[in-house]
């Protein structure tokens, strides 16, 4: 079973900007496949807006491309995502995923909340 953690978000006035972290527990991280970010507004379905697979290559949804930025650190287990220049449409609750072991199990966090105030 893996766990998994975040934090990092909050109140925020557009432009600023947030870091996100999730830390994996359960398993070792060389068995994670891909850790990314997602995130689900109100009454809309869940988008994926940042990934970075084992081999370090990392993808982004259009709308967050130049402003946000995954990366994962192996010796904490921990993957994170710098948000900048937010804006009121970032709001949302942003959720960690890990796609684990041979068959890419998909695993959740509870997620974090992302608020961004004009």
């Known amino acids: 079973q893996v766990q998994l953690v975040e934090s990092g978000g909050g109140l925020v006035q557009a432009g600023g900007s947030l870091r996100l972290s999730c830390v994996a527990s359960?398993?070792?991280?060389?068995?994670?496949?891909?850790m990314g970010w997602y995130r689900q507004f109100p009454g809309k379905q869940r988008e994926l807006v940042a990934t970075?697979?084992?081999?370090?290559?990392?993808n982004y949804a259009d709308s967050v491309k130049g402003r946000f930025t995954i990366s994962r650190d192996i010796a904490k287990n921990t993957v994170y995502l710098a948000m900048s220049s937010l804006q009121p449409e970032d709001t949302a609750m942003y959720y960690c995923?890990?796609?684990?072991?041979?068959?890419?199990?998909?695993?959740w966090g509870k997620g974090t909340l992302v608020t961004v105030s004009s």
């Open positions: 995923n890990a796609k684990v072991g041979r068959t890419w199990s998909n695993y």
């Open positions: 359960g398993t070792i991280f060389s068995s994670i496949n891909a």
């Open positions: 970075v697979i084992s081999g370090g290559i990392s």
